[in-house]
């Protein structure tokens, strides 16, 4: 009795389907797909299917062979996913920018990105919110638009200069009105950077009262964690006294934020940074593992490299080009070090041969390398004295003459010709694969950039922003069989949809939008890497937004159908817990 209450509900349910996603009879769309192997973002086995599109919605799934359609796309051999979501984005300030060309996000498009998650890092380009969302609909954007309230902006509003403090209990109620009117005006959640300025000042609890707020809106948090090093960023060993933290308090305060709000949170761009942290993805994943089992609503976002950083590196702290004696106490990151005139090799010289300033000071290089990756995982990106040096790892060329690496870093940057305050710059490559892999394989764990829009790239950027999502499949699918496809497309699409809210994106769906991706995977490859970043990658064929072409037959189509999905305007949808094995 009991089976056949479960075949007839089976049976039920499948008729529904049948009616909403294989509609019988001839059809009239605007754009059909036809003949594609459909991840529909699920996570769920590949099936064959056409996807029928009339406006900016998808509004068939199945089998349409009776169907037309102005425009008829062959998918034959191909797979057909739904557009890509960008968990951690910097496109804001192209995307809001008066160039037409940077609101056409080239680099992002022909990757397969439709939708991207902005304020990264707890920043807003434009305050207030409303003002933001206007400028990206004034000149209109080749990407849909996720807005966020920025922990650092509301900060900056509120405390202005004197931020290197605590806030005040009237200073966080502030705080707490201006993300309300940010969600109100329409954003989906709280974006933080507290191991950046000003937000590196927060204590935890003014996080979680301003978290508190975007409850009230089945909102989420996202963040840049206060360290996922040894030390955070602005530290070195000679300035870390009274304030060290690890990549695991960073981790703790993130989870603490979700389990006291009770909302969604984000560890953004997750990272095992440097040999002394390798093998650190294990704590993470046991931390997260013990805290959703309680209950917490914790994920990640990645992007899948061993490389870390937007752009090409020095190594020396800055205080060690300052005049000695010059005080160290506001970190690598403190504006004193951004003063003209201030920085210089012939101070380098004299903090070295300094008594006091000299052991501090190679300390803080032995920590730096050991940070990035170590003098065989920092490769020449720039070296304007000499392009011989391009290519070639740190250890390579001190071996050649004689040198120490740290030997090595002050020669180059005491024969540098000065466009370049350490000499040359490198690409330090401070991940270790096992981390990469371990962060990737979690259900929880979401894509995302890191990076933004790129009209002129220069040496040591990162490849991340022309490759991420072809290096997640080309790579970690393909060649290495780390996850599977379905599970890739899942990280990519459904899963970013289910933490933010979105109610209508992320899957391929009847009543879905029509963001896609027709993406030839026998074909597939990622071009771009650390001495050739700007290398788009192949088999990314087709790509819409709104069901407007943005990647036509592989080139871009400079089409500009993005939208700012406005949390006000739709129904979000609460994020549920899925289990989809890699």
């Known amino acids: 009795m009991r089976l056949r209450k479960l075949f007839r509900r089976f049976y039920l349910a499948s008729l529904m389907v049948s009616v909403i996603a294989w509609p019988a009879g001839a059809q009239q769309f605007d754009l059909l797909v036809r003949n594609g192997r459909v991840l529909d973002g699920s996570g769920s086995p590949e099936f064959r299917a056409d996807v029928g599109i009339l406006g900016d919605t998808i509004t068939a799934v199945g089998k349409l062979s009776d169907a037309s359609a102005d425009r008829v796309i062959d998918a034959a051999g191909r797979l057909v996913v739904p557009g890509f979501i960008d968990m951690h984005s910097h496109a804001d300030r192209a995307l809001i920018s008066s160039s037409r060309r940077a609101r056409e996000a080239r680099n992002l498009v022909l990757q397969g990105i439709t939708t991207v998650v902005v304020g990264p890092d707890g920043r807003n380009p434009i305050w207030p919110i409303t003002d933001e969302i206007a400028a990206y609909r004034r000149g209109g954007t080749a990407l849909n638009v996720v807005p966020m309230v920025g922990h650092g902006t509301v900060r900056g509003e509120v405390m202005g200069n004197d931020y290197e403090r605590p806030a005040t209990a009237e200073e966080i109620e502030r705080m707490q009105m201006l993300v309300r009117e940010g969600m109100d005006a329409g954003a989906w959640g709280l974006g933080a950077g507290p191991e950046y300025r000003p937000g590196r000042f927060s204590t935890t609890e003014e996080l979680i009262a301003l978290a508190k707020v975007v409850a009230d809106y089945d909102g989420f948090y996202y963040a840049h964690q206060r ?16 304030w060290r933290l690890t990549g695991t308090d960073g981790m703790k305060e993130t989870i603490a934020i979700g389990r006291v709000s009770g909302i969604r949170v984000v560890g953004s761009h997750i990272k095992a940074k440097g040999p002394s942290t390798w093998g650190h993805s294990s704590v993470d994943v046991l931390l997260i593992e013990q805290a959703r089992a309680f209950g917490v609503q914790v994920y990640l976002d990645q992007y899948p490299y061993e490389t870390f950083g937007g752009g090409a590196t020095g190594v020396i702290p800055p205080w060690g080009f300052a005049p000695p004696g010059t005080d160290r106490a506001g970190g690598n990151d403190a504006p004193l070090w951004r003063t003209p005139g201030l920085l210089n090799k012939d101070n380098l010289r004299r903090n070295l041969d300094n008594e006091a300033y000299g052991p501090l000071l190679i300390a803080d290089i032995e920590f730096m390398l050991d940070l990035q990756g170590g003098a065989d995982r920092h490769i020449v990106v720039l070296a304007p004295h000499d392009s011989n040096l391009i290519g070639k790892t740190l250890t390579e060329v001190a071996k050649a003459n004689g040198r120490t690496p740290v030997e090595q870093l002050v020669d180059f940057a005491m024969e540098g010709d000065g466009s370049v305050q350490s000499g040359v710059l490198f690409r330090p490559v401070a991940g270790h694969r096992f981390d990469v892999e371990n962060y990737m394989k979690q259900e929880y764990t979401a894509t995302g950039t890191d990076g933004g829009v790129t009209l002129e790239p220069q ?22 069989g780390v996850i599977s496809l379905p599970f890739a497309i899942r990280s ?29 995977f026998e074909r597939l490859e990622d071009r771009a890497t650390i001495l050739s970043p700007a290398r788009p990658p192949v088999g990314f064929d087709y790509v819409m937004v709104n069901g407007v072409l943005t990647v036509d037959d592989g080139q871009p189509t400079g089409t500009l159908p993005g939208v700012v999905i406005d949390r006000t305007k739709v129904k979000p949808r609460r994020a549920a817990t899925d289990s989809v094995r890699g």
């Open 459 to 480: 040496p040591g950027q990162h490849p991340r922003y022309f490759g991420t999502y072809s290096r997640k499949l080309a790579h970690y699918v393909k060649a290495r």
């Open 492 to 520: 990519s699409t459904g899963l970013p949809a289910q933490i933010i809210g979105l109610p209508d994106r992320g899957y391929v769906r009847a009543g879905q939008k029509a963001d896609l991706i027709v993406l030839d």
């Open 227 to 242: 360290s996922q090093s040894p030390l955070p960023r602005w530290q070195t060993p000679s300035i870390a006294e009274g």
